[in-house]
Each structure stands twice: as C-alpha cells, then as structure tokens.
C-alpha cells in the first residue's frame, strides 16, 4: 500500500549566516562522459567537450562585440583574452562559418555536484568490515561526508550524542579537532576502543573526561 520508506533525513542549522559550507562533487557517471565530452584530442589523449563563448544578454549585459574566425557576436570575453585562448588551442571552429566554441577538458571539470539526495553512500550492512555491532552506528563516510561540507582542516567538531563515535573517527581522518560526549560506559568503551584501532598513534593523546561508570 506505500513506497518502503528507505531514507533518513538530515537536519542541519548554523548559528548566524557565517557558516562553512563546502560542496562536494563526485565523478561524472560513464553515460555522462560518453554524451558531453566526446571529443578526443589525437596528440595528448584528452577528453573534452565545446561550450559556447557567445555573450548572453548580448550588449546589455556589456558583452563586447567583435570578429573570431570570420563569425562576428557578443562575446563572453575580451578580444585580447579570446586571443589567448585562440594562441593555447582552445578554440575550435567545427566547419567554415560555424560559431567558434571553446575546448572543456574532462580532467579538468569538478565532476557532479551532491544534490540533496545522498543515494552514492552505501548503507552499513551487517557484513562491513566497519561495523561494530552499536545499535545506532552511522556510516563512516556518511559522518565524512557531514564534516567535509560544514567544516574545515583545524575547525573542532562536537558531537554530544555520539554513541560508538564515528563522527569522532570521521573528524581525526579529516585532520578536524574533535569532542565526542556520552553519558553510558558502553560508548565510551567503544569510542576508545574504536580510535585505538583506527589510530595507534593517537593512545595517551586524547583525555576522558567524567567517564561514567
């Protein structure tokens, strides 16, 4: 009678409008490679597509106008920057009179941005090497994921919930400074077990403190 319901959401507030926030980007999927970019240069082996340099809005948006490989338009950028792209290369004029369009490298595009769907992260399935057994235990990378985008390097994550601390874990991967609270011992015992497992290195570098017992 219904759809199964197979997806949690993900609330997130910031304290002002100065917050972090960091897109991500995964890579094209093959069929998007294959339908854009299809166009191989001989001598270096690259990918790319041909984008358009015409100037939207034309005058009015003060796109300057002016002659490129006997096609006269508005353009998107100044003559002296066009003959730059002209002298790398990057400029390609499909047959005689077609309107000049400009290389777009595969490898040099960010890939595709993460939209509000998350369905690239792979649940924690009974059989991950990761899980530990927690009832609640999140994801690893879905934890990453959460720091990467509302963080940065240094920043301190808090977690005040943090159960078998993966986002503890997730924050010391990401070179993020951490706090990590839990009122029982069964988590705290996790947590320590978990980041000595993780990171050795870390043993005697980090305090406990108000350990419940």
């Not at 240069?41 to 796109?63: D, F, H, V």
């Not at 077609?98 to 941005?113: C, F």
């Not at 940065?152 to 808090?158: H, I, M, P, Q, S």
Request: charged fraction near 25%; glycine fraction near 8%; charge should be positive.
């Amino acid at each position: 009678r219904f759809f199964d319901r197979n997806t949690d959401s993900i609330l997130f507030y910031s304290k002002g409008g100065k917050n972090t926030f960091s897109p991500i980007f995964n890579d094209y999927s093959p069929d998007y490679v294959e339908n854009f970019y299809r166009h191989t240069e001989p001598t270096t082996g690259r990918r790319y597509q041909l984008i358009s340099m015409t100037g939207p809005g034309g005058a009015s948006k003060g796109n300057p106008q002016y002659e490129v490989m006997g096609v006269t338009r508005y353009w998107r950028y100044s003559k002296e920057k066009m003959q730059e792209l002209i002298d790398a290369g990057l400029v390609v004029q499909t047959s005689p009179g077609a309107v000049p369009r400009r290389k777009q490298y595969l490898d040099e595009g960010k890939g595709v941005s993460v939209q509000s769907l998350w369905a690239d992260l792979p649940a924690l399935h009974s059989q991950a090497a990761e899980r530990s057994g927690y009832a609640t235990q999140k994801p690893l990378a879905l934890l990453e994921r959460i720091i990467q985008v509302s963080s940065n390097e240094g920043d301190v994550v808090l977690d005040p919930f943090c159960g078998c601390g993966t986002a503890v874990l997730a924050a010391h991967k990401l070179n993020r400074r951490w706090i990590g609270i839990d009122v029982t011992i069964l988590a705290v015992n996790e947590m320590k077990e978990r980041l000595q497992e993780a990171f050795p290195e870390l043993k005697g570098k980090y305090r406990v403190i108000g350990e419940p017992t």
